[in-house]
């Protein structure tokens, strides 16, 4: 090697060993030699989002022999050399004007000072900047859809992550009622049916609004409606109907008096359906009239109401025949009693008359 590159090489050398000890030197610290100023100057802070594009900018000016761009821990760019290994970093421009690198999709570790350091012809100088990486909410720990029985402790627990640090809130998302709070946990005591549904987990910052839901299913014994007594016609069809509200959904069973009916015989059908049952009778017989009960349970209880199936009698063809006919038998008769008192009357009138 000649003596001019033994040079170059000792002034890339000790350039770069004074990077490494400006590292170690506290901002703001290196004054210059002829004047009371420093050869610090401090940039206002970058903010960025998450996944942004960053633009490093220094200016140069004078004469300068060396440059280079630094993180807190090492050497970005040396001039054009690419110190760094991370794939995300890549010069701009490098000229007389300015010396420019980019950082792509910004991460978290990212966050910190980058200081440009210049050496002129008349003395270095430094310019540092520090990077605030702005990140989305996200929820990283939510509580997972919940069965729980009427009556117990609930508590739901929703965590987020994000800078600036979210904020955190619950609302439930099925009910117009005031269900909520403003605070990572949910406390729901001695939870009713009324507060079963779906609960929203949302974490908002400046950038941005994360949500998730949680699903609280609340399990309670069946409350069966009162029955509704049914007058049904011998011979004719006729349905008792019996609803239930329970979660679970409830199983039915129909009873007459103290026996069960098993469904498809005597004429009867059973069909149930979500929260109701029908007993049908497809032809009404002298035996079907009475007392029924319909239960409705689940794992948590039983309810059960009482139904009358009872008889209907029409009037018949003859019967509506029979009685029109009957008020015109009996008006003539009556006309008839009138005529004879008449002829009773003019044949004493001339007895009447001879006594006065």
């Known amino acids: 090697m000649s003596v001019r590159g033994y040079l170059v090489a000792f002034s890339k050398f000790s350039f770069l060993l004074s990077l490494r000890i400006l590292l170690l030197v506290p901002a703001g610290s290196v004054r210059s030699q002829g004047d009371a100023q420093s050869d610090n100057k401090v940039m206002d802070n970058i903010t ?85 990486v702005q990140v989305p909410p996200k929820i990283i720990n939510l509580s997972k859809d919940l069965v729980v029985n009427e009556g117990s402790n609930v508590t739901l627990v929703c965590q987020a992550s994000g800078k600036p640090e979210p904020s955190i809130s619950w609302k439930l998302i099925s009910s117009s009622g005031d269900v909520g709070s403003d605070d990572e946990y949910l406390e729901i005591p001695s939870i009713s049916r009324q507060r079963a549904g779906t609960y929203e987990c949302t974490a908002v910052n400046d950038i941005e609004t994360d949500a998730q839901t949680v699903d609280i299913t609340v399990n309670y014994a069946p409350t069966v409606l009162e029955g509704r007594d049914v007058g049904v016609t011998l011979g004719q069809r006729g349905v008792l109907e019996c609803e239930a509200d329970a979660v679970p959904e409830a199983d039915f069973e129909w009873y007459k008096d103290e026996r069960r009916i098993v469904n498809g015989l005597d004429g009867l059908e059973i069909v149930s359906s979500g929260s109701l049952s029908k007993l049908t009778f497809f032809n009404v017989s002298e035996g079907d009239y009475g007392n029924y009960t319909c239960v409705a349970n689940n794992k948590l209880g039983f309810s059960s109401t009482n139904f009358l199936l009872y008889v209907v009698i029409e009037p018949t063809s003859s019967t509506l025949l029979q009685g029109p006919r009957a008020v015109q038998d009996g008006g003539a008769g009556a006309m008839a009693l009138h005529s004879t008192s008449c002829l009773l009357l003019l044949a004493l009138l001339p007895l009447l008359l001879q006594s006065f």
């Open 48 to 132: 960025v989002r998450q996944g942004e594009t960053v633009f490093l900018r220094c200016e140069q000016g004078d004469v300068v022999t060396h440059t280079a761009w630094l993180n807190r821990s090492s050497i970005l760019y040396a001039g054009e050399d690419k110190w760094s290994v991370d794939p995300r970093v890549s010069l701009v421009t490098l000229n007389q004007e300015e010396f420019t690198i980019k950082i792509e999709n910004v991460e978290m570790t990212d966050e910190g000072q980058y200081v440009c350091a210049v050496q002129t012809s008349r003395r270095p100088r430094t310019t540092s900047v520090h990077i605030l």
